[in-house]
């Protein structure tokens, strides 16, 4: 085989469905490279009380969504990417020039932009949704303090869109439904009282098959029943993302203001 044929090949990603996960097969030239198992994952739900006393909710499964598993082959099997320029730029926008998107094409994605000069790190946001001409984005974020709190990039400056599955934003919802697969949005999602969404804490071991996030709510409203959470891959509800993962709680928070609900989702990745 020719090897330059090789270097110009590009991966190939196909899900095979599990009851409790997913494995992602890569394949390059027509034959498999690697298969990685998705899942099993589970949330772990706890509330901390004012006086110090906690209620622990126990532990129930986390579901993949269709949506986040195929952001998940794009991240590691799909499109390379896009560059340009753009023409226009705001707080929660960029639109790149010569349009010709189409709507919804990059959700979930990210787009980098520089902000001036070579020794100034560029920005990024994550993409909530596009249309056939303009991206949404969350903000711009700074990678170096992780905070969204980057300057906008100027209407004419270059950018990059690359393929991600950065889903460690944290929602949470009343809504008493079940988890689906099929699910692309968590209905009913709690923008007020402290819980809201939210970026959760991202911890690894390495070697290890699995990576928590975690994240304390700090509430201050009366909330009888938080049913149900998701993992998404933007800050906001404006800016909606994808909805990576979807798990009812084992038991329904009922927390009051004052109280902490801590919530830790486990998602396994093997071999």
């Avoid at 030239?29 to 998705?38: I, K, T």
């Avoid at 990024?124 to 991206?135: E, P, R």
């Avoid at 699910?183 to 009282?193: A, K, M, Q, R, Y």
């Avoid at 990576?244 to 928070?253: I, Q, R």
Wanted: glycine share 12%; with cysteine; net charge negative.
């Amino acid at each position: 085989m020719n090897p330059l044929r090789l270097v110009r090949s590009r991966p190939t990603a196909e899900i095979e469905p599990l009851a409790d996960g997913a494995i992602l097969h890569t394949f390059r030239d027509g034959r498999l490279e690697s298969s990685l198992r998705l899942g099993p994952n589970h949330w772990h739900a706890v509330i901390i009380h004012a006086d110090g006393t906690t209620t622990d909710l126990g532990v129930s499964h986390n579901l993949l969504t269709t949506v986040g598993r195929d952001l998940v082959a794009e991240a590691i099997g799909g499109p390379i990417g896009k560059d340009g320029a753009l023409t226009a730029s705001s707080a929660t926008s960029a639109t790149p020039s010569g349009g010709g998107m189409t709507a919804d094409q990059y959700k979930g994605w990210e787009v980098f932009c520089p902000v001036t000069g070579v020794t100034t790190a560029p920005v990024y946001g994550n993409i909530g949704s596009n249309s056939t001409t303009v991206l949404t984005v969350d903000g711009w974020w700074i990678g170096t303090t992780d905070t969204m709190t980057g300057t906008t990039p100027a209407s004419t400056n270059g950018y990059h869109l690359r393929a991600t599955c950065n889903a460690r934003f944290m929602g949470l919802t009343e809504n008493a439904g079940a988890a689906a697969a099929g699910d692309t949005v968590l209905t009913g999602e709690i923008t007020t009282g402290g819980a809201s969404r939210a970026k959760a804490v991202y911890a690894h071991t390495d070697a290890a098959a699995s990576y928590t996030l975690i994240n304390t709510f700090a509430i201050t409203a009366t909330f009888p029943a938080i049913h149900k959470g998701g993992l998404f891959t933007a800050a906001n509800t404006t800016a909606a993302g994808v909805m990576v993962f979807e798990a009812v709680l084992n038991a329904d928070a009922s927390v009051i203001n004052g109280d902490s609900l801590q919530v830790t989702a486990t998602n396994t990745l093997s071999g």
